[in-house]
């Protein structure tokens, strides 16, 4: 069944996100000599365990995002044996320089734009409010988009159903003319497909791992949704 309203995931479907984080890591460790102490790869590999292990407890409501943002740098530098002083400033370094970097992952806005044009179209997203609105106008998702859903404001994260039934009824369509385009098989193929969505894994920026195949659609590259839509 072709669907009627295409639901787009935000952070690496359409914006790339993974190399906005690393180029802002890159520029962040080059100007903090602190940082420097320890060489970059094990930084890196440290600050993304406690980074996960930090959204496991928002995602968990033991913390909540200001925690999860003072608390990634200041606990990495900690286990490292840096000096936590800075780790704020470094923080809001970090943060300023991601957003400075953010941009469109290749193709995706000319399929953005062109489904715009034939489907309804929305985005859903478990960042931050703060944030997102702010890659929303950046992007000028508004120009495409009918609504940007995002689980901070509804308490849950994808996969909750809270998060698919919510967005079920902003697009007041029957679940199954819902097709939702993501990149995580764990949040939006496994949340969208609980929800009795169709669902399209973009793999272009994941390593698989013998995931059960339940995607009605796959594609690491862009051209081959457009086909699968007709675009
Ligand atoms: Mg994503």
Redesign the pocket.
Known sequence: MKPSYIYF?????LLDHASAEAKAQQITYKKYPELQKINMDEWLETYAEVNHNLWVRYQDDEIDRHQLHFSRFHDSMKELGLSTADSEEIGKFYIKNYRDFWDWVGGARETLKMASEKYEVGIITNGFKETQEIKFDKLSLGDYCNCMIISEELGQLKPHPIVFDHATEVAGVDREKILYV???YS??IVGGNNAGWQTAWYTGMVTKNGEEDIADFEFDNFSDLNSYLDL
């Open positions: 995931d935000l952070d690496n479907t993501g990149d995580s949040s939006d």
